[in-house]
């Protein structure tokens, strides 16, 4: 049964930073491409960011570009999401989210492409 557990949120001020961090069980994290949604409250679950399975493509919703980085640790079976310049706007329950691929290369950026589902971890800016 694959796993994912997000952590890190937390309560930040604004212009602050959070790193978010994805640990995949059940399966190897290789295997999958990856990607971090959000949702805030009385708003749906939104696209962040995607990363392949090989590291060399990431995307990024248009909001978060320059301030969000995704990375993976495949030896670690991690995902991370580091958040910079942060704002009011950024809180939201954040969630990551994996897709078994056979592409290198592919990521996707729909919630229905998305099998695997953590639980979510807070993250709220104050003003």
């Known amino acids: 049964q694959v796993q994912l557990v997000e952590s890190g949120g937390g309560v930040v001020q604004a212009g602050g930073s959070l790193t978010l961090s994805c640990v995949v069980s059940g399966r190897a994290g290789s295997d999958l491409a990856m990607a971090w949604f959000r949702q805030a409250p009385g708003k749906q679950r939104e696209f962040v960011a995607a990363i392949s399975r090989s590291i060399r493509r990431t995307y990024y919703e248009d909001s978060v570009k320059g301030r969000f980085n995704i990375s993976r640790d495949n030896a670690k079976n991690t995902v991370y999401l580091q958040m910079n310049m942060l704002t009011s706007e950024d809180t939201a329950v954040y969630y990551c989210?994996?897709?078994?691929?056979?592409?290198?290369?592919?990521?996707?950026?729909?919630?229905?492409?998305?099998?695997?589902w953590g639980q979510g971890t807070q993250v709220t800016v104050s003003s």
């Open positions: 989210s994996g897709s078994a691929v056979v592409n290198y290369y592919t990521f996707f950026t729909r919630r229905e492409d998305y099998a695997y």
